[in-house]
Nanobody, 115 residues
């Protein structure tokens, strides 16, 4: 499985970006798809994802600002990011977890938010 992310860039505080990820294989549901990020000197962390039962999950710091969505027919998952803050600056990775132990990441796309 290959994941191709795009849509990163540089914005000012309060701006918006929409990340897109294309999955190389046909998907039939959004379960297990989502986004992680890694800032310099920090561990990779979950941002938003669809859980095993298909419900969206978000880390507390992005709730109300970020929305994860997908298009099964197009094999895509998205991350809409609004009201961006400097602390959102990181490399964002598309992720696809396929039970029981297959965890796929894309190449990452840089998001930079300036104050």
């Amino acid at each position: 499985v290959q994941l191709q992310a795009s849509g990163g860039g540089s914005v000012q505080t309060g701006g918006s970006l929409r990340l897109s990820c294309t999955i190389s294989e046909k998907i039939f549901k959004l379960n297990g798809l989502g986004w992680y990020r890694q800032a310099p000197g920090k561990q990779r962390e979950v941002v938003g994802r669809f859980t095993a039962n298909g419900t969206p999950f978000y880390r507390d710091s992005v709730k109300g600002r970020f929305t994860v969505s997908g298009d099964v027919a197009a094999n895509k998952v998205f991350l809409q990011m609004n009201n961006l803050k400097p602390e959102d600056t990181a490399v964002y990775y598309c992720n696809f977890y396929v039970p029981p132990n297959n965890d796929y990441y894309g190449q990452g796309t840089q998001v930079t938010v300036s104050s």
